[in-house]
């Protein structure tokens, strides 16, 4: 697997659960070989946790966890939406290309967005995509904390 593509990881977390990816995040340990990605599938109403080495590509099944009554309903407002969390990944990277390091489904004042964070140099970018649209209706810049 090449490190660092979030679209391999998906593919590969939903090889071993079928279901709806919710969030991925990718985790860079201190060493790269231990990067990863923390992946959320939701599968008849619980919610799947799955670990995706970014190097290797080996996939870990982590804690499952039952849906409260928000996150269903966040869960319902996703599977409604027009834009897939794929999509939502393409369309933030066309208008920056960079590393996705976290994407996530929302709501942002109401309505149903996916989140989208983009490593490029030392910046982050969040951009929201609206999950009905595709338009990109955010975009923020921060820089990245450094720990040394």
């Known amino acids: 697997m090449t490190a660092g593509v979030i679209e391999q990881a998906l593919a590969l977390a939903n090889k071993a659960v079928k279901g709806n990816i919710i969030s991925a995040d990718f985790d860079q ?5 231990n ?8 599968t008849n109403n619980n919610e799947q946790e799955v670990s995706v080495n970014a190097n290797t590509g080996k996939v870990t099944k982590g804690d499952t966890e039952r849906l ?4 269903l309903a966040e869960y319902k407002a996703m599977k409604q939406a027009k834009l897939s969390l794929s999509q939502a990944i393409k369309k933030a990277n066309q208008t920056l290309k960079g590393k996705v390091l976290e994407v996530g489904f929302d709501m942002d004042f109401g309505k149903p967005v996916y989140k989208v964070e983009i490593g490029k140099g030392n910046q982050i970018h969040k951009v929201v995509v609206d999950s009905m649209t595709g338009k990109i209706t955010r975009s923020q810049v921060s820089d990245v904390d450094r720990d040394d």
Do not use: G, T
């Open 29 to 33: 340990e201190d060493r790269n070989e």
């Open 35 to 42: 990067s990863h990605y923390d992946i959320k599938i939701v």
């Open 68 to 71: 409260d009554k928000e996150d």
